[in-house]
């Protein structure tokens, strides 16, 4: 974490600058992170995914590092967005720490460090474009047709673009800095998450209107032919289109990027891709094949091109470092029916999906693009997570973190240019889903403790590997302690042969618990 003295940083950062200097640009790196949506370990077809062609995260990996034991803070989103940002673990910190509704207030109190304002203040124009699903406005949640602060621009960005949540929760607006985006002001919005609002035709009265089935839940108010969690009434000039909100974000994202130029930027880019409702542009419909979700990914890796073709046109792509990772691991049926295959497993070799303890629920793909520093075509098996970012781009940039603050997050600046440590640069890693209370998952070295072994949900197991990791699944078991070197998979549990090892483990989560680094 960060703990390093001032003056060991300012050497390591020197000796740094002296071995790299012949290859790399002068001055500070632009930052670009993105982060997609429940994008699985095997998903890219540069983590062997056979379903969608991704040439453009695949140019990503061979010009740069792929990290294979890359974990997201939990295994769903609001947590690990959480965490990433503040690089403190979502679990320790209150309220916040579980999924967002979506009329949530902002769940990051203003005067919190995070990425954003560090970054800040070391002199980067800071924004953030995409999936925000971290709570608006004060307590009581945001007011839709006035001022929705406080928001991203009180926790040091710049500017923001925002969906507020995610594409299948309400409301269905986009949202600028601190407005909703063409409002009519004579068609104020109304957003409820307890009773129904307004008279519009929900999923579960009107079916026959949907042109997106849901499977659970996802039968609300219906807005663009796809039921929603939640109601909402309202605001019809500024609702958008589930098929163009990829092309929306990267039009945005390429924008922030042309008026950053002149000066070192920051963008969080944070993708809807590929999360619930898949809705990818007619362009993109029937183009891989994994069907619907397929055909999601590979409208993802066409944002990203832009993206990278957008550095190219600026010539910036050689001082740019471009991140690339997932906010949790990869999910089949997440309350709509996608249409296609589902003969795979988003998250081949591992146990599990989205939700869980197992490494598919958190273990996640995670690239690395920054010419003359990171090596090119590079595999690393170091411990990493998001929320290490804080630390990672304090150091790049010689930024230092007050204390107390970003408790959790260690720099990883050594993994990434490819530099042999005699230490790890993560010494451990807590896995959990949601919530304070756990349950929760510990990382140290090649081991890993599970407070307890939680079932796979049939809606994610079609399909013969599905099927086969399903049968493995017990609910409610007992703790395990898995050797991920021998054991990826987490099919063995070894806390009966490891009897020392497995008290070892679980002390050292309970000391994390109580409030050790």
């Not at 406005?137 to 009180?154: A, F, R, S, T, V």
């Not at 303890?357 to 595999?379: D, K």
């Amino acid at each position: 974490m960060i703990s390093a003295p001032r003056p060991l940083l300012v050497a390591v950062l020197a000796f740094f600058a002296v071995t790299m200097a012949s290859s790399a640009p002068a001055g500070r790196p632009n930052i670009i992170f993105i982060l997609a949506d429940d994008i699985g370990y095997a998903d890219l077809s540069c983590t062997g995914g056979k379903h969608a062609r991704t040439p453009a995260l695949d140019s990503l990996a061979r010009d740069g590092i792929r990290f294979t034991n890359a974990h997201s803070p939990a295994s769903t989103c609001t947590p690990t967005r959480r965490a990433f940002l503040t690089g403190t673990y979502s679990w320790r910190q209150r309220p916040g720490s579980a999924i967002a509704p979506g009329d949530s207030p902002l769940s990051i109190p203003p005067g919190t460090t995070t990425v954003a304002s560090l970054l800040k203040s070391a002199g980067y124009r800071t924004g953030v474009v995409g999936k925000w699903h971290l709570g608006l406005g004060p307590e009581g949640g945001p007011d839709w047709n006035g001022q929705i602060k406080p928001g991203p621009l009180e926790i040091g960005f710049d500017h923001a673009f925002l969906l507020p949540a995610t594409g299948d929760r309400v409301p269905c607006v986009y949202v600028e800095d601190r407005r909703v985006v063409g409002l009519d002001p004579r068609d104020p919005i109304r957003v409820s998450y307890r009773e129904k609002v307004g008279n519009e035709p929900t999923g579960r009265e009107n079916p026959e209107l949907l042109r997106l089935r849901h499977t659970h839940g996802h039968d609300f108010t219906i807005i663009n032919g796809v039921g929603r969690i939640g109601w909402m009434t309202g605001g019809k000039a500024a609702l958008w289109k589930d098929e163009d909100m990829s092309d929306t974000f990267a039009a945005r994202a390429v924008s922030f990027i042309e008026r950053s130029a002149g000066a070192p930027f920051f963008l969080y880019l944070a993708t809807h891709g590929i999360h619930v409702p898949r809705v990818p542009h007619p362009r993109f419909a029937g183009r891989s094949a994994g069907g619907t979700r397929g055909d999601a990914i590979e409208e993802l890796d066409d944002l990203v091109a832009k993206v990278l073709a957008t550095l190219a046109r600026l010539k910036l792509a050689d001082n740019t470092l471009v991140i690339f990772t997932s906010d949790n691991g990869g999910v089949m049926d997440d309350g709509y029916e996608d249409v296609g295959r589902f003969d795979y497993h988003p998250n081949h070799p591992l146990r599990g999906y989205k939700g869980s303890l197992w490494e598919g629920g958190h273990r996640v793909p995670f690239l690395a693009r920054w010419p003359g520093r990171v090596p090119r075509g590079a595999t690393s098996d170091a411990l990493i997570a998001h929320l290490d970012m804080p630390a990672t781009f304090a150091a790049i940039t010689g930024t230092p973190v007050p204390a107390g603050q970003c408790r959790d997050s260690y720099s990883i600046l050594p993994a990434l240019v490819g530099e042999k440590t005699a230490a790890p640069v993560r010494p451990h890693f807590v896995a959990h889903n949601g919530g304070t209370e756990g349950p929760f998952a510990l990382i140290a070295g090649d081991w890993k403790y599970l407070q307890v072994a939680q079932p796979i949900r049939a809606a994610d197991t079609r399909g013969e590997a599905g099927a086969k990791a399903k049968a493995k699944g017990k609910a409610g078991g007992p703790p395990m302690l898995v050797n991920l070197a021998r054991d990826l998979g987490e099919t063995q549990d070894l806390s009966t042969k490891e009897p020392a090892k497995f008290a070892e483990m679980k002390a050292l989560l309970e000391k994390i618990r109580a409030g050790a680094p």
